[in-house]
Structure formats: C-alpha cells, structure tokens
C-alpha cells in the first residue's frame, strides 16, 4: 500500500498504515493464541516495510522476521480514496473479529482491544484524506528529515549504499509531495500565504548551508567513525555523498521554495480547521487520534478552562505567600545544567519513584544551527524495538544561557520521560506490533507528567519550583485551549488575543502574531501533551481514591508503564483490573 500523507513523519510517530493479512484460525486456545501472535507479526511488518529508512530504524536484525531487502527508499505518497480506505480498515476489522476473543491471552487481548479501537477511529476519516499535511512549517517532513537522516545508524557498509540511496531520493519524495500539495489546492483545503511564507524561510534557513550542509556534516562523522574502510574508501564515499547534497538535496529544496512561491495565493483560509467543509469533523479525528481522551473536544475545553483557574489560583497563592519569587523569577538557573549531567542524575534520583530500567545507554547532541528554528526545543529519536540499549536525544539550545533552565525538558525527553518510558515498554513482552503504534496522548502526557515531576529536583526552593511547574501547565492548558478554539469552534487572531488577554493580559502583536499562525500551522499538536497529562493526573487521582493509604506512586508508575501506550478508555479499563488486586 502507497504511504498516506498523514503518515508522513513514520520515523517519529509510527501511524497504522497496514494492509489485509489472511489468517486462519482455529477453535482451540493454543492455535487461536498462536493464529493471532501471526497475525500481528503481519501487520508489524507491513507497517515496518513501507520506506527503507522505517525499516533501518526499527529494526537491526530484519532477518529474524524474515525481512531481506525492501526496493522502496523514502516511500510513495497516496491521496488514497474513501472506498479502498473503507475498504481496507473494514476487512482488517473483519479478520480481527475472526478471532474467538475469550480464547485470547490477557496480552493478547488487550492488542485486539487497541487494534480494535483504532480500526473504528480510522474508519471515521475514510472520507478525510484532503486534510493530511504534506509539508508545513513548525515541524514539517522538511524539517524532521535531515535531523532524522543525520542518525540513519552505518551498521555495515551497504548501509552506507543505501543511505545514499535514500538521500539521491529526497528529489523524488518531496515532488511527489508538492503534487499532493496541488490536489489539495483542487479540493479547496492548501494552506494561507501566510503558512506559505513560514514554510519557505524554514527551506531557505535550511539551505543557507551548504558545503557545511546538516547531511554533509553528519555523514562525514559517520564515515570517519566507520572501522574497517581505507581512507580512499571513506573519502570516495564522502565525496559522492556531497555531491548529492549539493546536486539534488539543496535543489529539491529549492524546488520546494519555487513551487510553493508559484502556489501562494491559492489558500482561501487564513483561519483554522473550523473554516473547511468538514474540518471539525476531521479536528474530532485529530482530537481523538492526538489525545486518546475518554473526553469529548467540547468537554474536555470546560475542563482545560477549568484548570487554568485553578492553577492561575494556586500561582497566586505561592506569589502571596513569597513576594520576593517576582524578583527571581527573570533571574534564576537550575543547579545542573549540562544535559548529560541532567541524564545521570535524574537517574539516580527517580529511582525511588520508579521501577529500574537495565543496561541502557544514551547521548545527547544539539540541533544544528540551519534547523534550529524550525524543530522543537529538544526531541528524542526512537531506537530500533529488537536493540534498544542505545539512544539519542537532541537539544535545541542556542547558548548556555539557554542551557540554564533545560533541566525540565531533559526529563521530558530523557528520564524519567520518553526515553525511560520507551526502553521500559521495548523491554516489555508486548508484541512488537504494539511497539510501533502510535497513542501520543500517553507518551507525551507521560513525558509531560515526567517534566512536572522533575521540579522536585531541579534545585530551587520547593515552592519556587511549583510556581514555575504551575506556570508551565497555564501554558500548555492554554495552548490547548487555544488549539481547540481555532480549530473547532474557529476564532479569529482578534477572538484569540481577547481570550489569551483574560489570562495573560494585551501582548504584543508578534506574539500574537506567532501563537496564531504556529496553530494554525499544526494542528492539535499541543493537544498530546495538555491533554495526555489531564488523563494521566486525573486516572492517578482516581486510585489515590480508591487506594487510599495504600496508595503506591511507584506502583502506580509500573501499572502504567507496564500498560503501555494506548488510549486512555483502555488504560482506565485496565486500571480498574489492577485496583481489584490491590484490595
């Protein structure tokens, strides 16, 4: 099956993208077990072998699935159709079902719950296809490719052919793109000049280098790291790989920046997804496949606007109590400032709270400048499910006054967040397929869960520390908030800036100005972490209730983990399972 566009970025968010698998099934437990272990392995390996480089990053030993080569590099781009999508997902739900579920494993059933839930989200935006994002600024393919190039691992040399492979097909990839970028034109739903614009200062940022190019730079550590090649081999292999960077890469940039200079003009929504035929339809998708929430989008934006009162009010009650935090709060620096030593120590630290993880082993690099602007402040990159004992998380800091107050996104990417959790569920017995699926509410209401929980640590006054804590939850409940209201209920930047001004008070036009239009960019984006962490406090809260004094959190940290990413209807339903052993 070709790649849909909203698939594009498999390499950091694994999407269901899986054709029909026959699967036979026999009536007793043993062969039904076994029947579905196979059928799951079908669909992991479908999902792994659409692009070369998903392929390369998920697994180091493909033979061991029976995986020898793939032809395709970057993958192929679909429009897809709302009867061979319907089509597709309702056979997938048909075979499923084929299977007697009271036969099943517990594991197991708890796949078919999830495989199941998501087959019938899926089937919701059969007809939505006009809505998937090609390229866009704020995190687009364009910016997340090079980045995720740059750690395509040499495992031996014929990587390195494919690796060059893949980079020669950068030109090929994003014209099949821009195409898509032209139906959509066709079918009312291309981004504002204003998006536009964005998008061309990222590719023109990225291009501004060249013979120090992101691909040229990396590719060259590599090489010079790589044993057993002679300096003839190496510096054959460097100089082939520049030549195209500089011949078909930065090119195909360029054709990006033309093409879509030709094509401004043609977006007739300069507002949210509320604006579109159906956009709500498709933001109660997104809502749903971003978040995994037991909640609705109207219900859960009462609940975020309820808790930005509470804690607007619990801010004001630490300011009340410590007048002096104003005049700390522009000049203060968490103790450990070096990412590495951030790693180490939160480590040792959460070890208390959190069940131990073994033999594993991480880096941390910085953003290269060319993409600084246009990629998060940190990012993790996800290591292959069958050799996970090395990983790398990426820092976007520009200087070591940065540096002072990284403290909290290092636990959100590092430990006790997304790399912990990640290792943790790769080490677990959960079926590789469940590895590769996508529940962003959890990991990133984990990961954002971890970074409140690092305040603890970071080496300032306790109360100092939750004021700051409390801060950062005003503002992802407010971007969330934010998010809802462009997307689903389509406010203008005036109705925005009114709302923002009740909490924030007036500023200024350019953060305005830039709070809008980064919405507008990427929809829902904020959604995984507001939301995520709403659902994940709010189950805690639950069995703190019903658990009482016997309340555990490192307990409750291990029941979560050892869940595994899902929505969090399941997770509450697995939730209540294990409160009934707890009694």
């Not at 809502?287 to 859960?300: A, C, D, I, L, N």
């Not at 709060?329 to 990412?339: A, H, K, L, N, T």
């Amino acid at each position: 099956m070709k790649k849909q566009i909203r698939a594009l970025l498999l390499l950091l968010v694994f999407a269901l993208i899986i054709p029909l698998m026959g699967c036979s099934v026999a009536g007793d437990s043993a062969k039904t077990q076994v029947g579905f272990d196979e059928f799951l392995t079908e669909l992991f390996i479908e999902n792994i072998t659409d692009d070369a480089v998903t392929l390369h990053s998920t697994l180091v030993n493909p033979q061991a699935y029976g995986i020898e080569s793939i032809d395709s590099l970057l993958g192929e781009i679909s429009m897809g159709s709302e009867p061979e999508t319907a089509k597709y997902y309702q056979g997938l739900k048909d075979t499923l079902h084929s299977f007697d579920y009271d036969l099943l494993t517990t594991s197991q059933k708890l796949s078919y719950d999830i495989l199941d839930e998501l087959i019938t989200r899926e089937l919701k935006a059969k007809d939505l296809y006009m809505f998937d994002q090609g390229f866009h600024p704020s995190g687009g393919i364009q910016s997340y490719l090079p980045a995720i190039l740059g750690e395509y691992e040499f495992r031996e040399e014929k990587d390195i052919d494919k690796y060059l492979e893949i980079v020669g097909d950068i030109d090929r990839y994003y014209a099949d793109i821009i195409k898509f970028e032209k139906e959509k034109i066709k079918l009312g739903t291309f981004m504002s000049d204003k998006l536009v614009d964005m998008l061309i200062k990222e590719c023109e940022d990225y291009i501004s280098k060249k013979d120090d190019n992101v691909l040229i730079s990396t590719f060259d550590s590599r090489i010079e790291k790589f044993p057993g090649l002679s300096d003839a081999k190496k510096q054959e292999y460097i100089n082939r790989n520049k030549d195209i960077v500089l011949n078909e890469v930065i090119p195909a940039y360029q054709n990006v920046i033309d093409e879509f200079t030709a094509m401004k003009g043609s977006g007739k929504n300069n507002g949210g997804l509320a604006n579109y035929v159906d956009g709500k339809r498709y933001y109660e998708y997104l809502f749903e496949r971003k978040t995994g929430s037991r909640s609705s989008v109207s219900k859960m934006a009462k609940s975020l606007e309820a808790g930005i009162i509470t804690e607007i009010m619990a801010l004001q009650k630490i300011i009340s109590e410590n007048p002096d935090y104003l005049d700390l709060y522009d000049d203060y620096e968490f103790v450990i400032q070096d990412p590495m030593d951030i790693m180490e120590y939160l480590e040792e630290v959460t070890a208390i709270d959190f069940p131990p993880l073994k033999n594993i082993n991480y880096d941390v690099k910085y953003v290269d400048e060319s993409l600084r602007d246009s990629l998060a402040p940190a990012f993790y990159l996800t290591p292959p499910v069958d050799d996970f004992s090395s990983s790398v998380i990426y820092v976007n800091v520009r200087d070591d006054e940065e540096l002072k107050t990284i403290f909290p996104t290092v636990a959100h990417e590092g430990y006790p967040g997304h790399l912990y959790q990640i290792s943790y569920f790769y080490g677990s017995d959960a079926h590789e397929f469940r590895k590769v699926l996508s529940f962003n509410g959890y990991t990133e209401g984990w990961a954002t869960y971890a970074e409140s929980y690092s305040y603890d640590f970071v080496g300032l006054e306790v109360e100092f520390g939750d004021l700051l804590d409390i801060e950062r939850r005003i503002s992802i409940y407010l971007m969330c908030r934010v998010d809802i209201g462009i997307h689903y209920e389509g406010w203008t930047k005036d109705q925005m800036r009114e709302y923002v001004a009740t909490y924030l008070g007036d500023l200024d036009d350019e953060t305005i100005d830039n709070l809008y239009y980064t919405t507008i960019a990427d929809p829902g984006n904020p959604l995984s972490y507001g939301v995520g962490y709403i659902e994940i406090n709010s189950l805690m809260q639950a069995a703190k209730k019903k658990l009482s004094n016997d309340f555990d959190l490192k307990e409750f940290h291990t029941f979560l983990l050892d869940v595994g990413p899902a929505s969090f209807n399941i997770v509450e339903k697995e939730m209540n399972k294990w409160l009934k052993t707890k009694k």
